[in-house]
Nanobody, 117 residues
Framework: QEQLVESGGGLVQSGGSLRLSCATSLEIFSFKSMGWYRQALGKQRELVATITSAGTVNYADSVKGRITISRDIVKKTVFLQLNSLKPEDTAVYYC???????????WGKGTLVTVSS
């Protein structure tokens, strides 16, 4: 059973930066894509960024220019660099992976990012 383990969340001031990590128990190429979603209190979970097995990246409009998704194939880890953080970026950030074929989603338990004003 594949596992996704997030780390790197925390409390940061507005304008600050954080780097989130998502370590997987399987090879990154085992998945169709991997990515990050976030869920703020009282809101639905939303896409932040994804990266396909081919390396194609996609960002939500709300984070373009401030957030970068990347991966380390050897370390089997996907990263999310968060810059110029705003209070509205406060949320639990979840790592996601999509299985090939079935398209089934795999989720991590999440890591909390809190941005103070």
């Amino acid at each position: 059973q594949e596992q996704l383990v997030e780390s790197g969340g925390g409390l940061v001031q507005s304008g600050g930066s954080l780097r989130l990590s998502c370590a997987t128990s399987l090879e990154i190429f085992s998945f169709k894509s991997m990515g990050w979603y976030r869920q703020a209190l009282g809101k639905q979970r939303e896409l932040v960024a994804t990266i396909t097995s081919a390396g194609t990246v996609n960002y939500a409009d709300s984070v373009k220019g401030r957030i970068t998704i990347s991966r380390d194939i050897v370390k089997k880890t996907v990263f999310l660099q968060l810059n110029s953080l705003k209070p509205e970026d406060t949320a639990v950030y979840y790592c996601n992976a999509v299985r090939p074929g079935s398209g089934m989603n795999v989720w991590g338990k999440g890591t909390l990012v809190t941005v103070s004003s």
